[in-house]
């Protein structure tokens, strides 16, 4: 086997994928348009079953006749909603673990798999137990996250760093959209469409079967397409890295010595220890479980009565709200957010997004005094710009959490990341609910009255996050470490 050697710093070998990745990514000057779309697919294929079963869950307990009283049954669909999350803080970090030795691909395509089979069988419980249990499956098998936000810095050359991380999260934010909605129109379909399906068929006995069967479908199709994606995970063997060693030594230069030195001591820093690493998750997740709590909230003031401050929207008029808000977000992700990173930088675009946020949603309350197209019109607006700020920190502080390491513990660093994240998401929701139900009954207070509350405490967290973002507690991660491990 022959290394090869281009600038100094630079040395690749034969056999190893990352270095075939990093190779073609010096020689390829424009945008790896293949790649994202592999990335696209695949995300959006992780995505689907996350949020799908939200609006037939409610009829599936029923089914299922596990509650004696028709109040219990929000209380059992809790535990299977939340199941997903639970599963995925249990195995976050080993798939991230996984992903640093033996390459992104594999996990991605078990992740994959999992989606293939799990979600299936969810559609095909039969028990409220079956329904969990897949569901805790799924999740503890659906370790793609961390994995593909690695993947997509590292499959690009660094001016496309922002666009790949950013494509992630629109992708995943799309695939918290059109989940639901394939969940709403396809479940129970011998009840909304008996001239296309028979009750003694299988999507009768089974009603809501035909949705999970759609997703897997999808990720049928992502299952494929994994065939062309590229390993992006450096592998070299040990008479390799020994060889190495020897050329390295044989350049005698300063700047070399000093650069091996700072990735030996980057490779054995334990990650907890990482302090812009560790700092950029908590700051994270401050982030997320405000932008999960307003998810949550938004659904139930919209939909709420105009007398309790709500919007009296139908569930398929915020259904079409959300749809709008995120196929608009493509539009942002792939021309506008690029150059504000690219201006800005991932920490000051995500201190000016939690700025903005303010005054958007202490405008929210206000809305309901608002009817018709112009009530329609300014809801729209409102929560597209929501759901860009959204996207703008989400995808800054990605950047910023790839940055703090080097190669080789991204997948590590990343199952951290999805971890702590998924427990502000799993906390967020019944938070919201409760701040909800509470504010509901102050509509008469003389202090932030109704929902002028519950977007106050949203306000407060995205203060408070913002004031996290400054140093001394966000310092800035190293900027070596933007470079491949060669």
């Not at 690695?150 to 050359?157: F, G, I, M, T």
């Amino acid at each position: 086997m022959e290394a090869s050697t281009g600038p100094l710093l630079k040395v690749y070998y034969d056999n190893c994928p990352g270095c075939k990745q990093d190779r073609k990514n010096e020689v390829r000057r424009g945008v790896p348009y293949r790649e994202f779309f592999f990335i696209w697919i695949v995300t959006l294929c992780s995505a689907l079953p996350i949020a799908s079963l939200f609006p037939f869950l409610y009829f599936m307990i029923q089914d299922l006749h596990v509650a004696k009283r028709e109040e219990d049954i929000g209380f059992y669909a809790g535990f299977v909603g939340s199941a997903f999350m639970i599963g995925r803080v249990l195995t976050s970090v080993f798939w991230g673990i996984v992903a640093d030795r033996y390459g992104r691909k594999p996990v991605i395509v078990i992740s994959i798999i999992s989606v293939i089979i799990f979600n299936t069988m969810f559609g095909l419980s039969t028990s409220y137990w079956m329904a969990i249990v897949s569901r805790l499956l799924l999740g503890c098998f659906n370790g793609l996250l961390g994995p593909i936000r690695a993947y997509a810095s590292e499959v690009c050359r660094k001016e496309y760093q922002a666009l790949g991380l950013s494509l992630v999260s629109s992708t995943r934010g799309l695939g918290l959209i059109i989940g639901p909605a394939i969940g709403g129109f396809f479940a129970q379909p011998a009840k909304k469409y008996p001239n296309i399906f028979s009750v003694k068929s299988l999507f009768g006995r089974f009603p809501y079967f035909l949705p999970c069967f759609c997703i897997s479908l999808v990720a049928i199709g992502a299952l494929v397409v994994c065939f062309w994606l590229p390993e992006t995970l450096h592998m070299h063997d040990k008479w390799e890295i020994e060889d190495l060693e020897d050329s390295l030594i044989r350049c005698e230069t300063k700047k070399y010595n000093e650069e091996i030195e700072r990735t030996m001591l980057a490779s054995k820093q334990s990650l907890l220890k990482n302090q812009p690493l560790m700092s950029a998750i908590v700051v994270y997740c401050a982030f997320a479980l405000q932008d999960t709590a307003y998810a949550e909230i938004f659904s139930l003031w919209a939909v709420s009565n105009k007398t309790y401050g709500g919007l009296s929207f139908s569930s398929q008029k915020v259904g079409e709200v959300l749809a709008i808000s995120g196929f608009s977000l493509l539009v942002y992700q792939l021309f506008l957010y690029p150059c504000f990173e690219k201006y800005l930088g991932p920490i000051s675009s995500c201190r000016a997004a939690a700025i903005f946020s303010i005054p958007l949603l202490t405008s929210y309350p206000f809305m309901s005094k608002l009817s018709g197209l112009k009530l329609f019109f300014v809801v729209n607006c409102a929560s597209l710009l929501k759901c860009a700020i959204s996207v703008t920190i989400t995808t800054g502080f990605n950047i910023l959490q790839n940055n703090a390491v080097s190669q080789h513990q991204r997948g590590a660093a990343n199952g951290i990341s999805v971890t702590a994240l998924s427990l502000s998401k799993a906390v967020a929701p019944a938070t919201a609910g409760a701040l909800f139900s509470w504010a509901q009954k102050r509509q008469q207070a003389s202090f932030l009255s109704g929902d002028h509350m519950v977007f106050f405490v949203l306000n407060v967290i995205t203060l408070i996050g913002f004031l996290l973002t400054f140093k001394p507690f966000l310092p800035l991660p190293n900027s070596k470490r933007r470079s491949s491990d060669p």
